[in-house]
């Protein structure tokens, strides 16, 4: 049988994430799978039928998980690269990243203009897990050194010694809100779109062409622009408050 049909028979479809994949895939405070590709699954099983199993998987090893069957998509924020073509196939693009750098907020003037970062002596940028774009940053920052690193959490922490973080703007302004002695900076020249993706099986063209009819009609009927507005935007957020202080409420408890 097809993997669509082996889906709905056995009820449920099994969707691989990322770990530190923000505001696309994490866990929040309540201990629950959130954001806005896991608001898409959801989105996805239902539209399919069934119910879903969602597995963590490492980003060096979803070739193999697809390969063997344990996940039938990855579904969490990836950039389109020529890096293991011939072992997974990328979806249509659903969404297209602003490429930008996360830094401390006291030095995010000095990466507005790649042409002043590249006055700068021995600028170390961290750059997580898409190898294809380490090239494309080395190429617009030849004298720099890149490093990858394994988690953002590394460069937010403190734990590797790195002047800015290559990451998308969309990624880092969820990042920045954990971490808000960080800012996100576009640079106002040289900058570049990163398309994202899910991956599916490699081998699989039924399937891949499924999703790829399902992503098209859902960013007609702005599916994926209320998952990015709720989730990357904020739009939508009912932040409760504290009243501000005053007399009245707090001295007099004449109104609560």
């Known amino acids: 049988k097809t993997r669509l049909e082996n889906i709905v028979r056995r009820g449920y ?29 959801h989105i996805l099983a239902k539209d399919l039928g069934v119910s879903i199993k969602f597995i963590k998987v490492e980003a060096e090893n979803v070739p193999e998980h697809l390969d063997i069957g344990e996940i039938d998509i ?7 690269t020529l890096i293991k ?3 997974i196939a990328y979806t249509l693009p659903y969404e297209d990243a602003n490429f930008a750098f996360i830094v401390h907020d006291y030095r995010r003037s000095n990466f507005k203009d790649m042409n002043r970062i590249r006055t700068m002596d021995s600028v170390r940028i961290g750059v997580y897990h898409d190898l294809y774009y380490t090239s494309k940053i080395q190429e617009l920052l030849p004298d720099a050194k890149i490093i990858p690193i394994e988690s953002p959490r590394q460069f937010f922490q403190g734990s590797i010694d790195l002047d800015a973080l290559a990451f998308t703007a969309e990624r880092g302004g969820a990042w920045s809100i954990i971490y808000p002695e960080y800012s996100v900076v576009v640079p106002s020249t040289e900058s570049f779109k990163i ?8 081998n699989d063209q039924e399937f891949l062409n499924f ?29 409760v408050k504290d009243p501000r202080w005053s007399v009245i409420r707090n001295v007099f408890h004449w109104v609560d």
């Not at 990855?74 to 389109?80: D, I």
């Not at 398309?195 to 490699?202: G, K, L, N, S, T």
């Not at 399902?214 to 709720?230: E, Q, R």
């Open 13 to 41: 479809i099994r969707i691989g994430f990322l770990k530190d994949h923000l505001p696309n895939a994490f866990i929040n405070k309540n201990g629950q799978l959130v954001g806005s590709d896991i608001e898409m699954a």
């Open 74 to 80: 990855l579904m969490t924020g990836t950039a389109v």
């Open 85 to 87: 073509l011939g072992q």
């Open 195 to 202: 398309p994202m993706a899910y991956i599916v099986p490699e």
């Open 211 to 239: 999703i790829n009819t399902w992503i098209y009609l859902k960013k007609a009927n702005a599916t994926f622009d209320s998952a990015f507005s709720y989730w990357v935007m904020g739009k939508g957020i009912q932040e």
